[in-house]
């Protein structure tokens, strides 16, 4: 299993831009998750989707849009790339349930000049 | 609305030490508390998960608690090493339905050979 997926790593955009953070898992969960992660601060949730054509808004859902087609991907996407979008993100997947852990993708870390 | 607090922010201890991270939360109607590490540049790994029905997790050299009723929750580490060293975060699941989690802000340690 290759677990939770993200691509690219590390990108840089100019003020104004669009882009796609693409997320994939191979565990067969249900839930899937967006986090944005600045410096010094805990992770804040962006979107999150609970099956395939269902998602939902986080804490800090302004500046993103998401889709859920298929179980496996959850890409992110940013329409008009900001300077306080710098980031570093990371996507999660969870099967249902209160005892789930959240499983992380290893980040994508962005940066918006 | 839940707010997660870890103290100290930063955390420097000679090899062999026992160490205490400590987790607050200001809502007691959590469904669990997580802890995960988080190394430089990475993503997230789940440590512990504790349910609201459990007072404490074991794993290894790694033990977890959690007091609902004061808010608080302690991730204990015995005979600490330099491998221990990185980010540890709390986070404390909302929202049975979707497994929403809040985070803390970590705590950072370092662990001296």
């Known amino acids: 299993n290759a677990g939770v997926t993200q691509t690219p790593k590390f990108r840089i955009l100019k003020i104004g831009q669009s882009m796609t953070l693409q997320c994939a898992q191979d565990?067969?969960?249900?839930?899937m998750y967006w986090y944005r992660q600045d410096p010094g601060m805990g992770l804040k949730l962006i979107y999150y989707?609970?099956?395939?054509?269902?998602?939902d808004k986080g804490e800090v859902p302004n500046g993103y849009n998401v889709s859920r087609s298929t179980t496996e991907d959850f890409p992110l996407r940013l329409e008009l790339a900001a300077p306080s979008q710098t980031s570093v993100y990371f996507c999660?997947?969870?099967?249902?349930?209160?005892?789930?852990?959240?499983?992380f993708g290893p980040g994508t870390r962005l940066t918006v000049t | 609305k839940q707010e997660v607090t870890q103290i100290p922010a930063a955390l420097s201890v000679p090899e062999g030490e026992n160490l205490v991270l400590n987790c607050s939360f200001t809502?007691?109607?959590?469904?669990?508390l997580q802890w995960f590490r988080q190394d430089p540049g990475k993503g997230l790994t789940s440590l512990l998960l504790?349910?609201?029905?459990?007072r404490e997790q074991t794993s290894g050299r790694l033990n977890a608690s959690l007091d609902k009723s004061s808010g608080r929750s302690t991730l204990y580490i015995a005979a600490s090493q330099p491998g221990d060293s990185a980010t540890y975060l709390c986070?404390?699941?909302?929202?049975?339905?979707?497994?929403?989690?809040?985070f803390g802000t970590g705590t950072l340690l370092a662990v001296q050979p």
């Open positions: 999660a997947s969870s099967s249902p349930g209160l005892a789930s852990e959240q499983y």
């Open positions: 565990m067969n969960h249900n839930y």
């Open positions: 989707s609970v099956g395939a054509g269902i998602t």
């Open positions: 809502d007691s109607a959590i469904y669990n």
């Open positions: 504790i349910q609201s029905s459990q």
């Open positions: 986070a404390a699941l909302i929202g049975g339905a979707t497994n929403k989690l809040i």
